[in-house]
Each structure stands twice: as structure tokens, then as C-alpha cells.
């Protein structure tokens, strides 16, 4: 009855895992939700007064499909000043989310059997989008020993006649890594020779930095044609509810997001359109303020998940996760069951422990697990101490 193409769609293993987490919740069991990729943070007062002048002011009809003109303005000019990129209002497209932005990108793109080099560990929904497009992912892998980074030799030796891009997100989800200049400049360096590929950009953690520098491979000027950058604002503004991203690209690549988009959802809630553009021209200071915060949670649960024995943890410089390795508890027993992998781990620390994670084999890794320390301090400390009473038990 139903499509090929849904059939074969896999679920959000995230939302899913939230899901699970959420009926335990239901049924009246305290549970520690540390899968979601969400600040715990409300929205910033500023912003939140922009969509109520914005609804009082009659911000009630469709918005343009592209976004607001003086939004995509304004994002153009955030990009130019911060970013390095030299790009125009006609450039960006605002859309329902980072993830919209995503997909939009990959249905102008790719022809069927086209295919998408996906660096490795990645986000999750990066592989289905590109199957909805009828393309071929291709996985390169960075391991934990190089930091969760794929090298410039890797990348260019997955390239091949068919390749038409590659994507990859810095800060990192789940990995929390952040690419240097340095490396991305030996991206660009491989990008330079193979004049047919695009690169897109996900930066959407941009503002979760700890490294002090983000820098944006699109700011390379040669190669700038066929970087895509994609960006929202959802994590550094803690607007996950207000569906509000936007993507930069050359002037061709734009207009067709913008005609896909135009068939698909038009223009982005125009209340949160005018919440948005509060965001990105008014204090950045709730950000900054948020983005420390991350950095001592990040901390807090490093000190401690480092504790465990038999944890490999690296320290992650952006995001709010940490990707630790469980390799060394895989083949052991837990309560007479063989443990074969890290959604096995998942599962069974949800249901016995209540504390909801995410398993690395749904960002392409079957060696870790992903942690949000998007939550309370008190919160951290009691998962962390309920993961260690749990790997305790496998013998």
C-alpha cells in the first residue's frame, strides 16, 4: 500500500529514543533524558517579545517564500561580518529548520545514483535525506584515534566520477569536533580538484564553540561558488520550536531551493521569521552566556563519565555532546544477556536505569553512544552516576 520510498525510510533513531523516553516518563517513571539534541535554555526575552510585537503588528499572512527581505538581509550581512562569505539577500533561503534547508540542498542537487560523500561519524538524518533524493551515500569514516575527522587523503580517495558532494557539520553532532582552519583549508585543497563536487557546510552549532574561532570554509574564496552553508537557529538561540534555518549558496543554487521550497512548504512561520530577525540583529549576549554554560556542563560530565572504567572519552570542543566509546563492554554479559551492540546498551540503560541515550550506529558508529548534556547539573551527575552502576553490572 504504501511507497517504496517511505518503506524504506528509517525512523529518527534521536526522536525515536526521545519517544521511548517519554512513555517511560508517561507511565510515571523519573527519567533522564539525555538524547535529545535540544538547549534546555528558554527562548531569549528579546526574541520572544519580537514575535509578540510581530503578531500584535499583524504578521499574519503567507511570508515571502524565500524569507522576509530584510531577514535574508540581515543574514547576509551576519554572514559577510562573521563569516568571511560574500553573499547577497539572493543568496539565502530561510526555510522550516537547518533540516529543511538540508534537504532542499540535496533535492536540487542530486540525480539519482549521484553520490553524496557523508564524513563519518554524522548526523543522522543526513543519510535519509539523501536516499529520498535517490543518492548514494558513501561513508568515510573518522575515528575516535583521529579525533572523529576525516583526513584530506580519506576525502579524496572516496571521491569518484559520480561523486556530486560531500557534507559533513562543524561543531560536530554528534562527535562535538570542530574542524580548524588549518584542516579545511586542506579540504578546499581537495575540493580544488574536482571542480564538479559541491561541499555543504553544516554550521548550524556554530555559536556552541569552545575553540574560541569558528571558521567557514565557504570564506575560501575560489571554491566559494560550490560551497553550501548551512545555519539556523535553533542551537544558538534555543529556538528548537520555532523551525527557523537557512542555507547560503550561489545565486543558481539558491533560486532552485527557493522554487523546491515553493512547492513544498512556502515561506517559514512569519511570526517566527520576525522572532528570528530579532535574533540575529539584536544582543548576542543570551547566547554567549548559554554557549559558557554548555562549556561547564561539558566539563562536569567529562570529569565524571571519565570515572567509569572502561570509557574512552575525548574532549569535545563544540556542541553539547560527548561520543564516548563502549567498545570495550561490547561481548560482555548484562543480567545473562550477551551485549552485541550500542543500542543494546541504550535500550537496557533506559529500561533499567531510566536514563535515555542515543546509540552511535544511528550517527555511523557501532563503537559509541551519544550523550546531550543539555541538562541540569544535577541531572548529569545522577545519569552519569546511574551509567556507571549499569556498565558496573556486565561481567
Known amino acids: 500500500m504504501l511507497s517504496e520510498r517511505i518503506r524504506g525510510l528509517s525512523e529518527s533513531q534521536t526522536l525515536e529514543m526521545a519517544k521511548k523516553a517519554r512513555e517511560l516518563s508517561e507511565s510515571g517513571i523519573k527519567v533522564i533524558n539525555l538524547s535529545l539534541g535540544e538547549p534546555d535554555f528558554s527562548t531569549p526575552v528579546h526574541i520572544r517579545k519580537a514575535a509578540a510585537k510581530a503578531i500584535e503588528g499583524g504578521y499574519t499572512y503567507y511570508p515571502p517564500v524565500a524569507?522576509?527581505?530584510?531577514?535574508?538581509?540581515?543574514?547576509?550581512?551576519?554572514?559577510?561580518?562573521?563569516?568571511?562569505?560574500?553573499?547577497?539577500?539572493?543568496?539565502?533561503?530561510?526555510?522550516a529548520g537547518a533540516k529543511q534547508s538540508i534537504a532542499n540542498v540535496m533535492m536540487c542537487l542530486v540525480n539519482p545514483g549521484d553520490e553524496v560523500v557523508v564524513l563519518c561519524p554524522y548526523w543522522v538524518s543526513y543519510l535519509e535525506i539523501i536516499k529520498l533524493a535517490e543518492g548514494v551515500p558513501v561513508l568515510v569514516e573518522g575515528?575516535?584515534?583521529?579525533?572523529?575527522?576525516?583526513?584530506?587523503?580519506?576525502?579524496?580517495?572516496?571521491?569518484?566520477?559520480?561523486t556530486k558532494a560531500i557534507i559533513f557539520s562543524s561543531p560536530c553532532n554528534p562527535t562535538g569536533a570542530v574542524w580548524s582552519k588549518e584542516e579545511l583549508m586542506a579540504y578546499a585543497e581537495v575540493l580544488r580538484a574536482h571542480p564538479g563536487v559541491y561541499l555543504i557546510s553544516d554550521e548550524i552549532y556554530e555559536y556552541i564553540n569552545f575553540t574560541g574561532e569558528h571558521f567557514s570554509i565557504g570564506s575560501v574564496a575560489d571554491?566559494?561558488?560550490?560551497?553550501?552553508?548551512?545555519?539556523?537557529?535553533?542551537?544558538?538561540?534555543?529556538?528548537?520550536g520555532w523551525r527557523v534555518g537557512y542555507m547560503a549558496a550561489a545565486a543558481p543554487i539558491a533560486a532552485a531551493c527557493e522554487k523546491m521550497q515553493g512547492q513544498i512548504t512556502s515561506g517559514t512561520c512569519s511570526i517566527a521569521q520576525r522572532a528570528a530577525y530579532s535574533a540575529i540583529t539584536e544582543s548576542l549576549q543570551p547566547t554567549f552566556d548559554m554557549a559558557m554554560v554548555f562549556m561547564q556542563r561539558r566539563d562536569l560530565m567529562l570529569e565524571l563519565i571519565r570515572q567509569i572504567p572502561g570509557i574512552d572519552c575525548p574532549k569535545p570542543d563544540g556542541a553539547f555532546y560527548l561520543f564516548p566509546s563502549v567498545e570495550k563492554f561490547?561481548?560482555?554479559?548484562?543480567?545473562?544477556?550477551?551485549?552485541?551492540?550500542?543500542?543494546?546498551?541504550?535500550?537496557?540503560?533506559?529500561r533499567d536505569y531510566h536514563v535515555s541515550t542515543v546509540t552511535g550506529e544511528a550517527f555511523g558508529s557501532d563503537t559509541c553512544i551519544r550523550l546531550s548534556y543539555a541538562a541540569s547539573d544535577e541531572q548529569i551527575r545522577e545519569a552519569i552516576s546511574k551509567l556507571g552502576a549499569f556498565l558496573a553490572e556486565f561481567q
Request: with cysteine; glycine share 8%.
Open 67 to 95: 524569507g522576509y527581505a530584510d531577514l535574508r538581509k540581515a543574514i547576509a550581512e551576519k554572514l559577510r561580518r562573521d563569516n568571511g562569505l560574500y553573499c547577497e539577500p539572493k543568496n539565502i533561503v530561510v526555510s
Open 143 to 162: 575515528p575516535l584515534s583521529q579525533g572523529f575527522k576525516v583526513k584530506p587523503e580519506q576525502l579524496a580517495a572516496a571521491i569518484t566520477p559520480k
Open 223 to 240: 571554491i566559494a561558488d560550490r560551497v553550501i552553508t548551512i545555519n539556523g537557529f535553533s542551537k544558538g538561540f534555543a529556538m528548537t
Open 330 to 350: 561490547l561481548g560482555k554479559t548484562y543480567r545473562g544477556q550477551k551485549i552485541t551492540s550500542p543500542a543494546e546498551i541504550c535500550l537496557n540503560l533506559l
